[in-house]
């Protein structure tokens, strides 16, 4: 009798035993997941905000981009044209922001979880955005002669910032922007693997075939 009770006994501590390590087991594995999922889906969307940065400073315009901006009442035609010209990038940028949208979402997640050193990663991305709508509006400043006049080449230090360049040598927004997916993939890979998941190989592959599309 008193064996019988001490293998009860035994196999209720064997059995509490084995359900807490079965939750510790599963909050690890649950905290795992998820920290996989954030890495993948912040890589991918830094894919993606990389190729919608390339489209919004791609030199090759369209007939009529630029006229859904807003004008005034009292603009002359000339100012029309220039304005038109320079909104094209914020334009460009309303059909191109998802994936930036959705990391300044994500950035405070990351940092959360990979901590606070990262949140210059995003802040970096958003800061090329913002120097290029900034140059964009400088030039139609400068055009329509509203101040200061600018020499040559700091002009063409704003189209720089504005456009690409056909080589990447040449190009020193592309080379940050670069740069930046290079840290954030230092970053993820610790936690993803070297190897690509599908999700991020077919964003690849979307990327690779746009920027072939959009050469010929």
């Not at 390590?21 to 690890?28: C, Y």
Request: proline fraction near 0%; charge should be positive.
């Amino acid at each position: 009798m008193d064996c019988l009770k001490l293998f009860e006994s035994l196999s209720i501590i064997i059995a509490s035993i084995a359900a807490v390590i079965g939750i510790f087991t599963w909050r690890k594995e649950t905290r795992w997941k998820r920290k996989y999922e954030l890495a993948e889906e912040v890589l991918a969307k830094f894919y993606e905000a990389h190729q919608n940065i390339k489209n919004i400073r791609s030199r090759f315009g369209y007939v009529g981009e630029g006229k859904s901006r807003k004008k005034s009442c009292n603009e002359t035609e000339v100012e029309s044209e220039i304005y038109d010209i320079n909104y094209v990038v914020h334009e460009r940028f309303e059909k191109n922001k998802e994936a930036i949208e959705r990391l300044k979402v994500l950035k405070f997640r990351f940092i959360a979880v990979f901590g606070k050193e990262h949140e210059q990663l995003f802040n970096d991305l958003f800061k090329i955005l913002t120097n290029i709508f900034f140059a964009a509006s400088e030039l139609s400043s400068i055009q329509l002669s509203e101040y200061y006049e600018l020499t040559p080449n700091e002009i063409k230090k704003l189209r720089k910032i504005i456009y690409s360049s056909t080589k990447v040598e040449n190009d020193d927004i592309e080379k940050e922007l670069q740069s930046i997916i290079q840290d954030v993939e230092n970053v993820c890979r610790k936690i993803i693997g070297n190897k690509c998941s599908s999700i991020l190989v077919i964003c690849k592959r979307i990327i690779q075939t746009t920027t072939k599309k959009k050469a010929l």
